[in-house]
C-alpha cells in the first residue's frame, strides 16, 4: 500500500495536467470575438480558468499543515483488476464474441480480491456467460456475437 | 398553481398512460431491478441508473423513462434496506437512516424500521406526486418568459448550487465543474463544425458518450473504492423481526414523515439539492424538535421516518426543474437529461406542450411506482436482506460485465468500452484524492447548452456582456448565484456547511 499525503496537491497537479491539455487542444482552433464566439473561444477560457483555479487549490494546500486524515491509501489491486478485465473485454469481444469476452473479464476482475478461489471463478463464469447470453442476447436480441465469426 | 380540476385532468391523462399493461410492467421491472441492485452494499442510485441505462434504450420513450424513475426509487428504498440492516449506506441520502435505523436493527425492531422506511416513503411521494402536478405548470408558463440570458444564468444558477451544496471543498467542486464543462466542449462544434479537442481521434468526432462517461465515473470508480473498503467482507446482515409497527412507533413516526416531506419536498426543487440533503437537514430537523433528543442514534423511530421520507419526496421534487426547465438539478437528473436525450428528447418547457401524454405520464408513473415498491418491498423484504448477505467478490464481477456489455451494445463501440476504461481511472483517482463526481456529470450535461445560450445572448446583444445584468430576470438569478457562491466562501457560512455534512 502507497501512502500519499496532501491529496489536494495532487488533485491540483491533475486538475492542471488537464487545463493545459485542454489549452493545448484549443490552440489551432478559432477564438473568434465575444460577439461572433469561434470554437475555441470557451475551451480556452475553461482551459484558463482550470490552471488558475488549481494553481489556488495548490496554493492554499502548500500553505496548510497536513492533518491526520489527509493520508490517501492507495490500494492499486482493485482497480488495476478491473481495468485489466474491461480491457480484455474490449480486446476480445469483436474477434471472440460474447462468451469469451465475459469469460476473460470475470477472471480477471476476480484478481482484484483475494483468495482467487478458481472453482468459484468457474462457476461465475458459467452463469454469467449463460445470463448475458439468454438476456442480453436472446431477450433484449442486442446485437452482440455469441461466438467467434 | 393550478386549479382542481386541472389537476385532475392532467392526472387521468398521466394515469391513462402510466397504467397501460405495458407501462405498469416497466415500472415493475424498473422498481425490482433497481431494488435487487440498490440493496446489493456499494451501489447507490447513480450507479444503478448508469449501469441499467442501456437496458431501456430498445423501450419506447416513454416505457424507458418510466422505467428509469422506477429504478431510481427502487435503488433509494434498496440503499435504506442496506442501511438497517447491515450499517452500510447504500448511497449518500442513506447515511443519515444508518445511525437510528441500524440502531433499532440492533434492538431487535428492524422489521418496524424497514416497514416506517417503505410507508414514510409512500407517504412523501404521495403528496410529492401531487406538488410536481401542482407546481409544474405554473412554473413551464413562467420560464416560457426566459430568452437566452435567463437560460445561461439559470444554468450558471445551477451549477453554483451544485457546488454549494456538494460535500467538501468549494474549490475542488468548482474544478469538477470545469472539468466537467472542458469534457463537454470534446467533438465537433455545432456552430463552425470545427473539431475541439478530439486530438485527431475519430472516435471523439461526436464528442464524448455519455454513457462511458457516467458509467465510468459513477459504476467502474465507485467498485473499484468500494474494493478497497470491502476487503475484510461485509458485515452480516440480520434478521428481520415482526414487520409492522408498534402503535407507539406509528404515533412517534406520522407527525415526523409528514415534516420529513415537507422538508425533502422543498430541498429537492433546489438546483443541487435533492435526496442527500434532504434527508440531512430532516433528521436535523426531528432532533431539534425532539423533546429527548438523546433518543436519537439510538434507535429513534423518527430517525427513520423524517430522512427516509425526505429523501424520497426530494427525489421526486427534483424532476420539477428537470421537467420544467430542461436543468437538471442534481447528478441522477443529470443521468436523467441523459437518456431522455438518448431517446430523443430534449428536456425543458417545450415537452409539456408538446408530448402532454409523456410529461403526465411520467409524474402519474411517480406515483405507481411508489406504490408497487410498497407493494413488493414489504412481502419480499426477507428476500433483499438475504440478498445483502451475497459477498462483494461475487457481485462485482457480474457488476463490471453488465457495465461493459451496456458500454459496448450502445453503439456497438469497442471505443466505448475503452473510453468507459479511461473514465473509470479517472473517477477513481478523483474519488480518493476527494473530489465529489456529481458535479462534474452536471457541467457535462450542461455545458453545451451554456456555451449554446451564451453565444446566443451575446449576439442578441451585440456583443455586449451587459444583457445578463440589463435583463432584470437574468441580473436577478446570477445576483442570487454570485450571492451563494459568496456566502459559501465566508468562514461562518462554511462551518455551517461542514457540520450539516458530518455523521453525527
Known sequence: MLH???????????????????????????????????????????????????????????????????????????IAAILAGLGTFALLIDPVGLVGATAALIVAARFASRPLRPLETAALVLAAALFSALVFVHLLQLPIQLWPA | MAGLEEIAAHLGLGLSVALTASNIFYCFLGALLGTLIGVLPGLGPATTIAMLLPVTFHLSPIGGLIMLAGIYYGAQYGGSITSILVNIPGESSSVITCLDGHAMTRQGRSGSALATAALGSFVAGCIATLLVALFAPPLTDLVQLFGAAEYFALMALGLVAAVVLAQGSVLKALLMILLGLMLGFVGTDVNSGAQRLTFGLEGLADGIGFIPLAMGVFGIAEIAVHLERMQ?????AAAITR???????????WPA?????????????????????????????????????????????????????????????????LLTLGIPSNGVMALMVGAMMIHGITPGPTVIDQQPELFWGIIASMWVANLILVVINLPLVGIWARLTRVPYRILFPAVLLFCAIGAYSYAHSVFDVVLTMVFGLMGYVLLKLRCEPAPLLLAFVLGPMMEESLRRALLIGRGDPTVFVTRPLSAAILAIAVLLLILTILPAVRGLRQTAFREE
Open chain 2, 232 to 236: 475484510g467482507g461485509a458485515p452480516p
Open chain 2, 243 to 253: 414487520l409492522w409497527p408498534t402503535r407507539d412507533d406509528f404515533r412517534r413516526a
Open chain 2, 257 to 321: 414523515v409528514l415534516r420529513g416531506t415537507g422538508v425533502g419536498s422543498l430541498l429537492g426543487i433546489l438546483p443541487g439539492g435533492g435526496a442527500i440533503l434532504g434527508s440531512f437537514a430532516a433528521y436535523t430537523l426531528e432532533k431539534r424538535l425532539a423533546r429527548d433528543p438523546s433518543r436519537f442514534g439510538n434507535g429513534a423511530i423518527e430517525g427513520v421516518a423524517a430522512p427516509e421520507s425526505a429523501n424520497n419526496a426530494a427525489a421526486q421534487t427534483s424532476f420539477i426543474p
Open chain 1, 4 to 78: 500519499t499525503a496532501r491529496p489536494d496537491i495532487l488533485a491540483a497537479g491533475l486538475f492542471a495536467t488537464i487545463g493545459a491539455i485542454g489549452l493545448a487542444g484549443s490552440r489551432g482552433l478559432e477564438p473568434g470575438t465575444l460577439m461572433r464566439m469561434g470554437p475555441g473561444y470557451m475551451p480556452t477560457v475553461v482551459a484558463t480558468l482550470l490552471l488558475l483555479l488549481s494553481a489556488a487549490l495548490a496554493a492554499r494546500a502548500a500553505m496548510t499543515r497536513p492533518g491526520p486524515d489527509d493520508a490517501v491509501a492507495w490500494d492499486v489491486r482493485p
